[in-house]
């Protein structure tokens, strides 16, 4: 399901999704991410960053970024909220990865959005959890959600 997804979206943006070289995986690594979303990216790295509506999908450079420099992905992916995408007002789309004995997979994983607008920097683990707005039981659904937008 997600590959037919992912090749829709590049028909529709015109982006192309590109095998991740080593080191942008050495890289992504970095965030400490599941196996599951090593793959996603590994696999499926867009050559650019693209829209689709109001959404932006990020390459794994844009991910890292989003992460580890901007806001609010820098300060709510310390407490494991790992920014993917955003809309055009900036707020940002993560994989809430945030519980502990949970065994995370793209299917298992909720997607939450984050008000860019928000000081997370001094929240902590407990109230940045309470500004997580849950868009999506799973990437799949959010995809799908954003490109039944689009119609």
Same mark, same amino acid.
């Given at each position: 399901?997600?590959?037919?997804?992912?090749?829709?979206?590049?028909?529709?943006?015109? #982006?192309?999704?590109?095998?991740? &070289? *080593?080191?942008?995986?050495?890289?992504?690594? +970095?965030?400490? %991410?599941?196996?599951?979303?090593?793959?996603?990216?590994?696999?499926?790295?867009?050559?650019?960053?693209?829209?689709?509506?109001?959404?932006?999908?990020?390459?794994?450079?844009?991910?890292?970024?989003?992460?580890?420099?901007? #806001?609010?992905?820098?300060?709510? &992916? *310390?407490?494991?909220?790992?920014?993917?995408? +955003?809309?055009? %007002?900036?707020?940002?789309?993560?994989?809430?990865?945030?519980?502990?004995?949970?065994?995370?997979?793209?299917?298992?994983?909720?997607?939450?959005?984050?008000?860019?607008?928000?000081?997370?920097?001094?929240?902590?683990?407990?109230?940045?959890?309470?500004?997580?707005? *849950?868009?999506?039981?799973?990437?799949?659904?959010?995809?799908?959600?954003?490109?039944?937008?689009?119609?």
């Amino acid at each position: 399901m997600l590959k037919d997804l992912m090749t829709t979206i590049s028909h529709i943006t015109g #982006v192309e999704f590109v095998q991740a &070289s *080593k080191e942008e995986i050495a890289k992504l690594e +970095s965030l400490n %991410l599941p196996e599951d979303f090593t793959n996603y990216f590994s696999q499926y790295n867009a050559t650019r960053e693209f829209d689709l509506g109001d959404l932006r999908i990020w390459s794994i450079a844009d991910v890292l970024m989003e992460n580890y420099e901007l #806001v609010p992905g820098r300060d709510v &992916s *310390k407490h494991k909220y790992i920014v993917f995408a +955003s809309n055009s %007002l900036g707020d940002a789309y993560c994989f809430d990865l945030s519980k502990e004995g949970i065994e995370y997979t793209l299917d298992n994983t909720p997607i939450v959005k984050f008000d860019h607008e928000e000081d997370y920097e001094i929240m902590n683990k407990q109230q940045v959890s309470e500004y997580a707005e *849950k868009s999506a039981d799973n990437l799949v659904m959010f995809l799908q959600d954003e490109l039944k937008e689009r119609d």
